[in-house]
């Protein structure tokens, strides 16, 4: 089984099927990985240089282990039965793409929302964002539920994808490695690449890492919508004016990208652990966040992901032809 069908495979069971609740996922030995280390490298390194140096060697571990483990897995697959490298790397693609895990977290937010019990809504809500939601009304919790969806779209999504063809065209690579080595800097990036202490020098590689890798997805996802828009001259200029006012290169850009091509504005005032932080304003406000913004985010969610699929299965028949 080639690359193609695989991709094709792993496409169909994240939309159908998803992340089984109570299976093992590879995040989850990242995850453990990345927290085992943690706590030893606080506990016995104190300098700023030789933290920061824990974090190149975390960083650069993690990824490259991350990619080297799965290639070797579907290595060692082949050798039993075709059979079993085919379901073993479809099974782990799949893995890497959170599409169907993004969409339920959303809709159930906006179930409970639609029963009309805010206290309920704001604790299913606090599962999936980091901000405080005890105090959040209707409204912000609308913006924060479209907040997650754009802004992880780029990063479970899209950037997954675009690492696993990437991969398919690489003559020995394959999908899976640099899908999952792209899975373990999403992961760092979400767990020590913060700025604030105690993470301000083992994260920093990590952080940096995670912006270069996906700034490539990010800005093929801001064209990718702005032609589904059939206003890309609009929704690109307005990512060039709001995408650069946030600290990140580029959850900025996602998110003003979904904005302007919904007519919405994103950002706003959030409090974290009790800190009120003033994020920037993307979009233009033309029209009050509702439920079907966020349903129709979604959508153009997956309307990206079957486009760069179809567009990379595409190049791949083609380069097999020219063979």
Not at 175 to 196: C, F, H, I, N, Q
Not at 226 to 234: G, V, W
Not at 235 to 257: H, T, Y
Request: charged share 20%.
């Amino acid at each position: 089984m080639d690359h193609r069908a695989v991709l094709a495979i792993a496409a169909g069971l994240d939309y159908l099927i998803g992340d089984p609740k109570g299976w093992w996922h590879p995040v989850q030995g990242m995850g453990w990985t990345i927290s085992r280390y943690t706590r030893w490298v606080f506990d016995w390194l104190k300098h700023p240089l030789a933290l920061r140096v824990a974090g190149v060697v975390l960083g650069v571990g993690l990824i490259l282990g991350s990619g080297i483990l799965s290639w070797g897995l579907i290595a060692g697959a082949e050798q039993l039965h075709p059979i079993a490298r085919a379901a073993i790397e479809s099974v782990a693609l799949t893995s890497c793409f959170a599409g169907r895990s993004l969409r339920a977290a959303a809709e159930d937010v906006l179930r409970s929302l639609s029963t009309g019990d805010l206290v309920r809504t704001r604790s299913i809500l606090s599962q999936y964002v980091g901000r405080d939601t005890e105090s959040l009304s209707e409204a912000e919790i609308l913006r924060a539920v479209l907040e997650t969806v754009t802004e992880n779209a780029t990063d479970g999504v899209l950037a997954p994808l675009f690492y696993a063809l990437l991969g398919a065209a690489l003559p020995g690579v394959g999908s899976v490695p640099l899908a999952m080595a792209y899975k373990a800097a999403s992961t760092l990036d979400s767990m020590v690449g913060y700025r604030e202490a105690p993470y301000t020098d083992l994260g920093w590689f990590s952080a940096k890492l995670e912006d270069r890798l996906t700034w490539l997805p990010c800005r093929l996802v801001v064209l990718t919508i702005a032609l589904l828009s059939n206003r890309p001259f609009y929704v690109w200029r307005l990512c060039r004016r709001d995408g650069p006012k946030d600290a990140s290169p580029n959850s900025g850009w996602s998110e003003c990208a979904y904005a302007a091509a919904l007519d919405v504005q994103l950002g706003g005032i959030n409090t974290y652990r009790g800190i009120v932080k003033h994020k920037p304003l993307l979009g233009d406000a033309a029209q009050p966040i509702t439920v079907e913004h966020v349903q129709k985010a979604l959508q153009l969610t997956r309307s990206c992901f079957l486009i760069w699929l179809a567009i990379g299965v595409g190049l791949l028949s083609l380069a097999e032809a020219l063979r």
